[in-house]
């Protein structure tokens, strides 16, 4: 079974602040984990994903997450918050285990601020 | 990477009735799956569609409520059958392009914004 934990449903930064976004993911075989972003009245976008090659991730618009297995985490960072990043976040897991299917975390929900 | 057009992009429906989404992606897919966003929620897969194949549905998720049709590997169909207010939802579907491995990503369509008065 995969499950994927994301903590703090909505996050709320100042414009230029650290953005971190949390992500726990549970799996009984490696797994694969992906960071999708959601605009409002959108689909999703893959903004980056984990596929063992790298522990440490960059993806698009800045963002990039470490995947830590002793912490089963894959969290989202970057450095300085935009306006325009103020979006729904989702991560998910996907294993051989679990098929070809994604799993969700119930998303969290970024604020920028000026 | 794929590009997935669903339409409608919304609907106002009556409850009792149907509506049947479509899923149209810009080259040959294997895999096609269909996911329902509750108000607030996040994503929960419905099936996954195959061509050739029968949907294989998830947990709570039947035939009859949700038949999906997979005619060949660029469309998808989504039918909402005698819905009701509960089935208000964002549907979303999504593809895996064909040959690809585990480390693959899943492409997204825009969704369609469902509501049952």
């Known amino acids: 079974a995969q499950s994927v934990t994301q903590l703090g449903s909505h996050v709320s930064v100042s414009e230029g602040a650290l953005v971190l976004l949390r992500c726990n993911y549970s799996?009984?075989?490696?797994?694969?984990l992906f960071w999708y972003v959601q605009y409002p009245n959108q689909g999703l976008q893959l903004l980056l994903k984990?596929?063992?090659?790298?522990?440490l991730v960059k993806g698009i618009n800045g963002f990039e997450a470490e995947f830590k297995k002793s912490e089963t985490s894959f969290h989202l960072t970057k450095p300085s918050a935009h306006m325009s990043d103020a979006a729904e976040y989702f991560c998910a897991v996907k294993s051989t285990g679990g098929g070809n299917k994604l799993t969700f975390g119930t998303g969290t929900q970024l604020k920028v601020e000026l | 990477s794929a590009v997935i057009s669903q339409k409608p992009s919304r609907d106002i429906c009556q409850r009792g009735t149907s509506l049947t989404i479509q899923c149209q992606v810009d080259?040959?897919?294997?895999?096609m799956f269909w996911y329902r966003q509750q108000p607030g929620q996040s994503l929960t897969l419905i099936a996954t569609a195959n061509q050739g194949s029968e949907a294989t549905y998830e947990s709570g998720f039947v035939i009859d409520k949700f038949p999906i049709s997979r005619p060949n590997l660029t469309f998808s169909t989504l039918t909402v059958s005698n819905m009701s207010p509960e089935d208000s939802s964002i549907y979303l579907c999504?593809?895996?392009?064909?040959?690809?491995?585990?480390?693959?990503?899943?492409?997204f369509g825009q969704g369609t914004r469902l509501t049952v008065v």
């Open positions: 799996s009984s075989v490696p797994p694969y």
């Open positions: 080259s040959q897919v294997t895999m």
């Open positions: 984990y596929t063992s090659a790298a522990t």
């Open positions: 999504s593809a895996l392009p064909t040959g690809t491995g585990w480390n693959t990503e899943a492409f």
